[in-house]
């Protein structure tokens, strides 16, 4: 059985390496998405076979992917290892939220590794053109795909391919459920299909399930512009084009605002339940106010970013020689520290602190320990008693309550 890999032409059809018996392998494969004559993997036509059928022991099987898992190493040098566990997790959306990832000069082919939010294997893929690829998983599975490692080949080689692909199976303990189960596989190979059962409903079902696809990937910070597909949204299915490849110039400006991006990201080292830890901050936008300065930042915590508008007052690092940005650090540090939740929605209960958009004295009200990074510093900030602590109130008045009845 053949695996269909999402997408239009940058994506092929490879067939699945046999892992449960010494059979053939078979020259069937599922229809996939028209690949222009021409493009298929191997440089063949779309009608030829890809892969020869053997009657090769498992264990024989094995043993060739894993020498030609080797040579793939020696002679792919964009990729330093093509070991799963040691190549680099990188993130699909980068800082800017577009998806852009750095594919070397010479690159014919990859294999790439889809992960989810919390790192898990989520499915793997043949790609001619990776940026492209990434595009087209993420826009099928934005709650899937997080993160991906990847395999960058200077030959289109599909022997090779389906090598990494099975050696990458046999160190994680077996195929991922994108690959291994057929609802899932459909999933990231095909296009959403809208789910219309009248003919007549299909053009309506699929524009709605753009919509929502789009609504989702926006949510994830995604800045990267997404068009359906007007004949499949005719069919009731959805998926977007594909982005037109970047010129030099666009290569160099997107290359300087990385730079620009990295210059207003700092890094910063504490110490998170007796552990090192370290979380990245990016100052998207610094205003004056009367009162101060309002920053709008980014903050990134064990590989998930979250945004966030803070006012940080005068009386904060006027009187102490501080930067208003070293507050803002410190305020971070000293909320990851007490595991404040960094996203809220809705309407929030009076136990919830507004972490999306509030004033450094309304921390300052909620954590009496919090001139604590003050003194740490070798300063001394007004301590309690100068807020009413509206969020302590019922406590307070309980514990009254309990000493007037000596309990």
């Known amino acids: 059985m053949a695996d269909t890999l999402a997408g239009p032409s940058h994506f092929q059809v490879l067939p699945r390496a046999s892992l449960k018996h010494s059979g053939r392998q078979y020259h069937k494969r599922i229809p996939a998405l028209k690949i222009p004559k021409g493009r298929a993997l191997s440089g063949k036509t779309d009608e030829q076979v890809l892969f020869q059928s053997g009657a090769a022991s498992c264990r024989g099987a094995h043993a060739r992917n894993r020498a030609m898992l080797s040579c793939a190493a020696a002679s792919a040098e964009p990729a330093a290892s093509s070991t799963l566990s040691e190549l680099d997790l990188v993130p699909v959306l980068n800082l800017q939220g577009m998806i852009e990832p750095e594919v070397p000069a010479g690159t014919a082919a990859s294999v790439f590794a889809i992960f989810d939010e919390g790192k898990k294997l989520q499915f793997v893929g043949f790609s001619k053109d990776l ?42 303990g077996g195929a991922p459920t994108g690959n291994k189960l057929a609802m899932e596989r459909k999933a990231w190979s095909e296009p959403v299909a809208a789910g219309a059962i009248s003919e007549r409903g299909r053009l309506e079902a699929a524009k709605s399930q753009a919509l ?6 926006k949510s994830r910070g995604c800045k990267e512009e997404f068009v359906a597909k007007p004949d499949l949204l005719l069919e009731g299915k959805v998926d977007f084009e594909p982005a037109a490849a970047l010129t030099e110039e666009e290569l160099a400006q997107r290359r300087e605002q990385a730079a620009q991006l990295s210059k207003a990201t700092r890094t910063v080292a504490f110490t998170l339940d007796d552990e090192p830890s370290q979380f990245e901050l990016r100052i998207r936008n610094n205003y004056k106010t009367n009162g101060g300065r309002m920053f709008d930042v980014n903050v990134t915590f064990e590989d998930r970013e979250t945004t966030h508008r803070v006012i940080v007052g005068k009386e904060y690092y006027e009187d102490f020689d501080l930067d208003p940005e070293e507050v803002l650090v410190m305020t971070f540090q000293f909320l990851l520290k007490k595991k404040t939740p960094r996203q809220t929605e809705g309407m929030l209960l009076s136990s919830q602190f507004n972490i999306n958009y509030f004033a450094i004295s309304e921390v300052d009200q909620w954590w009496s320990d919090f001139v604590n990074e003050w003194t740490n510093i070798g300063k001394t900030l007004q301590g309690d008693g100068k807020f009413w602590r509206m969020n302590r109130c019922e406590t307070d008045l309980a514990v009254a309550w309990l000493r007037r009845h000596g309990k």
């Open 212 to 217: 929502e696809l789009l609504v989702m990937i």
């Open 131 to 172: 940026r492209n690829s990434l595009r087209t998983v993420f826009s099928r599975r934005p709650d899937k795909a997080f993160f991906y490692k990847a395999v960058n080949l200077p030959q289109l080689d599909q022997n090779e391919m389906v090598a990494i692909r099975t050696a990458w199976f046999e160190e994680v």
